[in-house]
């Protein structure tokens, strides 16, 4: 999976491109303006009837962009409304969204992050294969939303990475001359960092995706093999216990605690960037979709991305690198061909590119789309990309529901709880009940 992930992203060095779960994490919803009526249509239909598209989207950090992508939108394409509806952040995408489906109201355009997640929607969805943009997806970024007969289901949002970001300011105040790349280097600059009376870490424990998720990520993702690994799980031939990686992943959770925020429990994502973004902690677990919200906070942020690591092995020193979600719409949808001409317009259209870029900040997953406007975060994802230091997103593989469980543990042993001997058996039951 490494190499594929590197190959592609070769790709888009090549054209050009820079390369890659999450500013406020209320729900937020608004209905765009429409501009004034023409005779113009935005589908082949002649009518002048207006419609309106539902759009759930789940990154909340792009809420205030999205709506003026969607007002340019509506301006160009006057019988078609989008009512966009942002859930994520705190709050629980997910849950959020089959409720929806539940009652009755389910969106036109949601997203959905693949593998087992497109296994249990995909009752739901419609089959994209053949929208203009299907053939530039790079090839990587289509297998999560790509079934057993090769149908695509998805268009992805991006490529993202994350891992620790640092103050580099901060890290200068105290002393500290060279990063990190090794659990212990990490403690030695934390020691820096407290000597120099300044908060290491802006811990966001309060967040089940945060830890449980991306943050436990990581011992996944440097297995020697991680499908294999993930599959000996459901065979029953791989353990937590025992394993080196889940052994080492005390570790990285007792230095975030120890040299952390007051209160990491009830840190929530919201806090936890504005902590960083203020300057009032060096290093925050989070990914480049905090980049704008930490540059709407200090535009003179000066930060860069350190590895997540878990040993003092030189493969330590690597980013998880992935596809966050894809675009999915739906097929029961009373509107489909005007949601499918929405999202070809969000992805082909000069005006759906800027935004893709230059003001969303994405690092597009296509091969016809050219990066521009990203920031040092992006910047740091490429650098690690172009060294060849990536792991993986292996969540959307795991049990459905298994990530809160996994992130309820690990808030346990922080609380003093547990020992950490019970978070790996906590994590062995929840596997083995939800596999």
């Known amino acids: 999976m490494k190499q594929i ?3 592609c992203l070769s790709m888009l060095l090549a054209v050009g491109i820079l390369t890659a779960c999450g500013g406020n994490s209320e729900n937020t919803s608004n209905n765009t303006d429409t501009g004034e009526d023409t005779d113009a249509s935005a589908t082949e239909s002649n009518s002048d009837e207006v419609v309106t598209l539902n759009f759930f989207n789940g990154k909340v950090e792009i809420h205030d962009q999205a709506l003026e992508m969607i007002k340019e939108f509506e301006e160009e394409n006057p019988t078609i409304k989008v009512k966009l509806e942002s859930v994520g952040g705190g709050a629980d995408a997910d849950a959020a969204l089959k409720a929806k489906f539940s009652s009755g109201e389910a969106p036109d355009i949601f997203t959905n992050g693949g593998f087992k997640q497109l296994d249990l929607w995909k009752e739901h969805l419609a089959d994209l294969s053949d929208e203009p943009w299907a053939e530039h997806v790079l090839p990587f970024a289509k297998v999560p939303m790509t079934d057993e007969d090769g149908k695509l289901y998805g268009r992805p949002v ?19 001359t060279e990063t990190p790349k090794t659990i212990s280097e990490l403690e030695e600059a934390a020691q820096k960092l407290e000597a120099a009376d300044i908060t290491a870490f802006a811990a966001g424990y309060g967040e089940w995706w945060v830890i449980g998720q991306h943050l436990l990520n990581v011992p996944f993702a440097q297995q020697e093999d991680p499908a294999a690994f993930i599959e000996g799980l459901n065979a029953g031939s791989e353990a937590f216990a ?6 080492n992943f005390k570790k990285v959770i007792d230095l975030e605690i120890k040299y952390g925020n007051q209160n990491p429990l ?3 994502y919201n806090t936890q960037v504005t902590l960083f973004a203020t300057g009032e902690a060096a290093i925050m677990q989070q990914g480049n979709w ?4 930490i540059y709407e906070i200090n535009p ?6 350190l590895p997540i690591p878990l040993s003092d092995e030189a493969d330590a020193d690597r980013l998880p690198v992935g596809v966050p979600n894809s675009y999915v719409i739906n097929k029961n949808s009373e509107h489909l061909e005007e949601a499918k001409f929405f999202l070809d317009w969000m992805t082909t259209s000069e005006t759906g590119k800027r935004y893709m870029t230059e003001v969303f900040a994405f690092i597009p997953a296509l091969d016809n789309v050219e990066a521009s406007g990203l920031g040092a975060l992006g910047e740091s ?26 992130g309820a543990a690990i808030q346990e042993y922080s609380a003093d709880q547990i020992e950490y001997d019970e978070v790996l058996e906590l994590f062995q039951a929840t596997w083995d009940n939800l596999k």
Request: glycine letters at 8%; proline letters at 3%.
């Open 5 to 7: 992930i590197v190959l």
């Open 158 to 176: 991006n490529l993202e990475g994350y891992g620790f970001i640092y103050n580099k300011d901060l890290f200068e105040q105290a002393g500290i």
């Open 242 to 247: 025992g394993n080196d990686a889940f052994e």
């Open 266 to 268: 009830t840190t929530d």
């Open 290 to 293: 905090t980049e704008n919200m």
């Open 300 to 305: 003179e942020m000066n930060m860069a991305f």
């Open 381 to 406: 994802i490429l650098e690690y990309s172009k060294e060849d230091k990536t792991i993986p997103w292996t969540w959307f593989q795991w049990p459905d529901g298994a990530s809160k469980d996994f």
